[in-house]
């Protein structure tokens, strides 16, 4: 069993960055793709960014191109989202999910393990 602990998450305003983090219990994440997906009070679930298992593919949600990256540290068994020109649109709750593949998806029924979450609330 594979646990996802992200962390990072806090209040900001409309402008700011923030970096979130998303470390994997154990050494299994090197060989799969992992993703962001967020959720907004009230709406589904919806794909962020993805990574593949090398780290050498990534894609975005057209929300966010542009001002989120995502990346991913092997050796620490840790992926990151960072977050920059925040906009209060961006307020969710994230996580991060690993699928059992080496390429990445936006899709969240092809994900294996998810994290518990973290809150980002950014204010106007």
């Known amino acids: 069993q594979v646990q996802l602990v992200e962390s990072g998450g806090g209040l900001v305003q409309a402008g700011d960055s923030l970096r979130l983090s998303c470390a994997a219990s154990?050494?299994?994440?090197?060989?799969?793709?992992m993703g962001w997906f967020r959720q907004a009070p009230g709406k589904e679930r919806e794909f962020v960014a993805t990574?593949?298992?090398?780290?050498?593919?990534?894609h975005y949600a057209n929300s966010v191109k542009g001002r989120f990256t995502i990346s991913r540290d092997s050796a620490k068994n840790t992926v990151y989202l960072q977050m920059n020109s925040l906009k209060p649109e961006d307020t969710a709750v994230y996580y991060c999910?690993?699928?059992?593949?080496?390429?990445?998806?936006?899709?969240?029924?092809?994900?294996?393990?998810w994290g518990q979450g973290t809150q980002v609330t950014v204010s106007s």
């Open positions: 999910a690993q699928r059992g593949y080496y390429t990445g998806s936006s899709r969240t029924d092809e994900y294996d393990y």
């Open positions: 154990r050494r299994t994440n090197t060989n799969y793709a």
């Open positions: 990574i593949s298992s090398s780290g050498g593919s990534t």
